[in-house]
C-alpha cells in the first residue's frame, strides 16, 4: 500500500472527514475552519487511486461508495468556491463559481456513505 497502511486506516480517514462535513453542515465549525481541517482530502489521500499500488487500488475500489462523496465535494463542491466578495461579480458567477453560503447548502446535499466509524 502507498498511501494507507491498512483498510482500517483508510476507512478512519473517511469516517474522520464524512464526520467533518457533518459538523460544517450543522454549523458545529465555520465553513473556513471546515477548509481548513478537511485539506483537500480527496486530493491529498490521491483517492483516485493515483499514486496507489494494485492492493491499494483494490481497496478504494471496494470502498468506491463512501470514498465517491469527497470527490464531489472536491470537484463539485470546493473545486467551484471562490471568496464571497467574487461570487457577487456575473463574471464569476457566469463561470459557475459560488462563494461560501451556496458552498455550505451544497454540502447540506451530499450523501455521505456509512463506514460504520463515524
Avoid at 470502498?63 to 470537484?75: G, L, S, T
Amino acid at each position: 500500500m502507498e498511501m494507507f497502511e491498512s483498510e482500517s486506516s483508510l476507512l478512519d480517514a473517511i469516517a474522520a472527514h464524512d464526520e467533518l462535513v457533518r459538523r460544517c453542515v450543522r454549523g458545529d465549525i465555520s465553513f473556513d475552519d471546515f477548509c481548513r481541517e478537511y485539506n483537500d482530502f480527496y486530493a491529498y489521500y490521491a483517492l483516485d487511486g493515483h499514486e496507489s499500488d494494485d492492493e491499494e487500488r483494490e481497496l478504494l475500489l471496494k470502498h468506491d461508495a463512501i470514498i465517491e462523496p469527497h470527490r464531489v465535494i472536491a470537484y463539485d463542491i470546493l473545486g467551484r468556491v471562490c471568496s464571497d466578495e467574487d461570487a457577487q461579480l456575473e463574471p464569476y458567477k457566469q463561470a459557475g463559481r459560488f462563494g461560501s453560503i451556496e458552498a455550505l447548502r451544497l454540502l447540506g446535499h451530499v450523501r455521505l456513505g456509512c463506514s460504520g466509524k463515524a
